[in-house]
T-cell receptor
Framework: SYELTQPRSVSVSPGQTARITCSGD??????AYWYQQKTRQAPVLVIY???ERPSGIPERFSGSTSGTMATLTISGAQVEDEADYSC???????????FGGGTRLTVL | QVQLQESGPGLVKPSETLSLTCSVS?????????WGWIRQPPEKGLEWIGS?????????NPSFKSRVTMSVDTSKNHLSLMLRSVTAADTAVYYC??????FGDGYYFDFWGQGTLVTVSS
């Protein structure tokens, strides 16, 4: 089955750049999507099609892909960005929709 | 913008069937889009369960396929999930979400409900 792998945690100080990675064989062919989930809240889409930001998402959030690894970058992370971040993609057939295991971002 | 709201029993006994409804507002299900169910066990990641189109066409996570039934009621503008033979491992927050289409990528979730916690316990 198709899997997406993320680090369990990332920590940065306020103002630093946070980078969260997501690896999966299919990411060289399909884009990654990124969701932010704050405590006891529903996920919110912060990046789609690997690099695009939905309306209302701050410019400090950006996405990129290199080979089979996608990266969510938060430039100048703020305390309010502390949350779980999950990547998402589909397998080559499009039949299996997969989330990464999630990364807890601590901004402290 | 589209709004989704999950509802259903918060407590289900082991071996019984979990039944949830997702009511959709500000958008007619019959107008298009796939609609998905995702769950999140306590302290764990998101897990896709399956997705359904208003015509009834479905995609399933193979891990659930034999236990899951999804349906759509366009007259009530809601979707339903049934998960049979539940165990404690099915304890989770269950979300419904709208699945948008991206050419080349397939489907992804753009709008989510707030989720509902279902506990499986006797």
């Amino acid at each position: 089955s198709y899997e997406l792998t993320q680090p369990r945690s990332v920590s940065v100080s306020p103002g630093q750049t946070a980078r969260i990675t997501c690896s999966g064989d299919g990411l060289s062919r399909k884009h990654a999507y990124w969701y932010q989930q704050k405590t006891r809240q529903a996920p919110v889409l912060v990046i789609y099609e690997a690099t695009e930001r939905p309306s209302g998402i701050p410019e400090r959030f950006s996405g990129s892909t290199s080979g089979t690894m996608a990266t969510l970058t938060i430039s100048g992370a703020q305390v309010e960005d502390e949350a779980d971040y999950s990547c998402y993609s589909t397998d080559s057939s499009g039949n299996h929709w997969v989330f990464g295991g999630g990364t807890r971002l601590t901004v402290l | 913008q589209v709004q989704l709201q999950e509802s259903g029993p918060g407590l289900v006994k082991p071996s019984e069937t979990l039944s949830l409804t997702c009511s959709v507002s500000n958008y007619s299900i019959s107008s298009g889009y796939y609609w998905g169910w995702i769950r999140q066990p306590p302290e764990k990641g998101l897990e896709w369960i399956g997705s359904i189109y208003h015509s009834g066409t479905t995609y399933h996570n193979p891990s659930f396929k034999s236990r899951v039934t999804m349906s759509v009621d366009t007259s009530k503008n809601h979707l339903s999930l049934m998960l049979r033979s539940v165990t404690a491992a099915d304890t989770a927050v269950y979300y419904c979400a709208r699945a948008a289409y991206s050419f080349g990528d397939g489907y992804y979730f753009d709008f989510w409900g707030q989720g509902t916690l279902v506990t499986v316990s006797s």
